[in-house]
Structure formats: structure tokens, C-alpha cells
């Protein structure tokens, strides 16, 4: 199957491809540098909305395992591991939303506590290309937000890793994700 990209009402969202989540960074997700290619290829391809997400948290976030959260400290703000990933194409991203940046709020979407939704809207945009990292916390979020917001959301299958803190953790990502109307795409089933 081919997606036929139209400028002016496709949007493609690049979830939190910063270096802490990929092999070597404080919050590796499993093989997780495996989605650049494929987020590259549909950079290449979408011509104009392209935003990218960013986990950007202050230095005592409440995800963090010393605050009493979940999580080792990651992405926080302005550090190398908050950086993009070396190889991701930043130069054809259009937009970057931060999110989960004040201490006290978590936010795995990318629609939390942003104005992603209503710029989307403003500028027209029908149908969200979504990718990156993590299958079973942001991205997850990411598209679920997107659907509840009215889009129609197309998951690239092929560019999204899982944390998988349990076992079957994607697999339920993957099946809610389509019990709301996702559907699956691969990066190479994009055209221009
Ligand atoms: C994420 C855990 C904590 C993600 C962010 O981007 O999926 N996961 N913060
Ligand atoms: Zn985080």
C-alpha cells in the first residue's frame, strides 16, 4: 500500500529521538537508534509540517527515580542527552515541541501541555505520520492524543521502538493504539 502525502493536510510528528533513549544514553530504549532511518526517510518526504518532540525536563523532575518517580534521570534540559540523535535530519524539521518541561508535570504526548493541537488546526492539518520513541509510553500517548483531537493517525511501524519494561508492553501499546483508529504504514510506503 502507498500514502500519497498532501502538503497542505499531512503533518509528520518525530517523538523524542534525543539521545538518552538510544543505546548508550540514560534511558536506553532497546535498539532504539533503529527508528532513524525510517524517520528520515519520511523527513525526506513530507515536504512541509515536520515536528519534532522533545522530552525536556528541568534537572528535578517528578519522573525522575530521586524525586521519588520512575525513571532515571533523562532528557533534562540543554544537556547532551536531551540533544537530537547525531543522524536524525533536524535540518528538515519544521516545528520542535518540548514537553514535560516544569518539575511537577509528567507528559508523554506530545499534545500535553502544548499548543500542538491547536497550531495542527491552524495550519490545516488533517492526518498525522507519527514515529520515534518509545512505542509504549510517548509515542503511544502521542497518537492516542492525536486521534482524541480529531486527526486521523497513520503509525510508521517500522521507525518506533519499545521500552518494554514488561514483556507484551508493545504488543498493548499496538493494540490500543489500533482499537482507537490507528492504522500502520511503513516509512517506505510514503509518497511524495
Ligand atoms: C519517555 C519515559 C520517560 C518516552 C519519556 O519518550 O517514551 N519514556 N520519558
Ligand atoms: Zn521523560
Keep these: 500500500?502507498?500514502?500519497?502525502?498532501?502538503?497542505?493536510?499531512?503533518?509528520?510528528?518525530?517523538?523524542?529521538?534525543?539521545?538518552?533513549?538510544?543505546?548508550?544514553?540514560?534511558l536506553p530504549v532497546p535498539n532504539g537508534d533503529a527508528v532513524v532511518p525510517g524517520a528520515n526517510r519520511a523527513l525526506a518526504?513530507?515536504?512541509?509540517?515536520?515536528?519534532?518532540?522533545?522530552?525536556?525536563?528541568?534537572?528535578?523532575?517528578?519522573?525522575?527515580?530521586?524525586?521519588?518517580?520512575?525513571?532515571?534521570?533523562?532528557?533534562?534540559?540543554?544537556?547532551?542527552?536531551?540533544?537530537?540523535?547525531?543522524?536524525?535530519?533536524?535540518?528538515?524539521?519544521?516545528?520542535?515541541?518540548?514537553?514535560?518541561?516544569?518539575?511537577?508535570?509528567?507528559?508523554?504526548?506530545?499534545?500535553?501541555?502544548?499548543?500542538?493541537?491547536?497550531?495542527?488546526?491552524?495550519?490545516?492539518?488533517?492526518?498525522?505520520?507519527?514515529?520515534g520513541l518509545a512505542t509504549d509510553y510517548c509515542v503511544k500517548a502521542t497518537a492516542l492524543d492525536g486521534r482524541r483531537a480529531g486527526f486521523e493517525v497513520v503509525l510508521l511501524t517500522d521507525a518506533i521502538r519499545a521500552v518494554e519494561v514488561k514483556p507484551g508492553d508493545s504488543e498493548g501499546a499496538l493494540a490500543e493504539m489500533r482499537a482507537a483508529g490507528v492504522s500502520p504504514a511503513r516509512s517506505d510506503e510514503l509518497r511524495a
Excluded: N
Design 45 to 131: 518526504v513530507v515536504p512541509w509540517l515536520t515536528v519534532a518532540t522533545r522530552d525536556w525536563h528541568p534537572p528535578a523532575h517528578c519522573s525522575f527515580i530521586p524525586q521519588g518517580g520512575i525513571w532515571p534521570v533523562h532528557c533534562v534540559a540543554g544537556t547532551p542527552g536531551a540533544a537530537f540523535h547525531p543522524d536524525l535530519d533536524v535540518g528538515r524539521i519544521r516545528w520542535i515541541v518540548d514537553k514535560a518541561t516544569t518539575r511537577e508535570m509528567e507528559a508523554y504526548s506530545g499534545f500535553q501541555g502544548t499548543e500542538l493541537a491547536a497550531r495542527l488546526t491552524a495550519a490545516g492539518i488533517r492526518r498525522l505520520f507519527v514515529c
Design 1 to 26: 500500500m502507498s500514502f500519497h502525502i498532501d502538503p497542505q493536510a499531512d503533518a509528520l510528528i518525530v517523538v523524542d529521538v534525543q539521545r538518552d533513549f538510544c543505546p548508550g544514553g540514560a
